[in-house]
């Protein structure tokens, strides 16, 4: 399966679940992802209507030279909403081949990375539209719901997109 469309469902499965087991969350019926490539939506220092995930941990492979790596710390997505029509945007940033300097290769996420970042989108979808706070109401929620860690890859930040965009991005 493409990996935008196992974004997309996972997003249509997770909402369901969410809207399933907290009244409080049924707004989430209305919200819609899409991905996309426009060049304005961009990193900015003002977070009200985006929701940076950082840390996913993805695959990179370099087309032109068969470079593969991974990169915890330097796979970073960023999803921008907009309240009024209730679309949600999201964005994948990419690194340069380090042994060929390709431009930016477009990462590779495993399906429990995808789970992990859509859960996270919607609760920060919750919290920052709604206020609602589901850290405390979940009890089974699973330890790998964060932003990240402090573990740096600080020699990769010269070929991350992110950073690039944003000075260090992915380390602040």
Request: contains cysteine; proline residues 4%.
């Amino acid at each position: 399966m493409a990996q935008n469309q196992l974004f997309l469902q996972t997003f249509t499965h997770w909402k369901q679940i969410y809207m399933n087991s907290y009244p409080n969350m049924n707004f989430l019926r209305q919200w819609h992802l899409e991905q996309t490539e426009d060049p304005e939506i961009v990193v900015t220092n003002d977070s009200s209507q985006q929701i940076l995930k950082r840390y996913s941990g993805a695959q990179f492979h370099c087309a032109r030279c068969g470079n593969q790596w991974f990169s915890r710390i330097h796979s970073s997505i960023l999803f921008q909403y907009y309240e009024h029509t209730r679309i949600i945007k999201w964005k994948l940033f990419g690194q340069q081949c380090r042994r060929c300097r390709q431009e930016f290769v477009i990462p590779t996420y495993q399906p429990d990375s995808i789970t992990e970042t859509i859960r996270y989108l919607i609760e920060k979808l919750a919290f920052k539209t709604r206020r609602v706070d589901l850290r405390p109401i979940d009890p089974d929620r699973p330890t790998i719901l964060y932003n990240g860690n402090r573990h740096r890859e600080d020699d990769l930040t010269c070929f991350c997109e992110a950073c690039k965009l944003r000075r260090q991005y992915c380390e602040n």
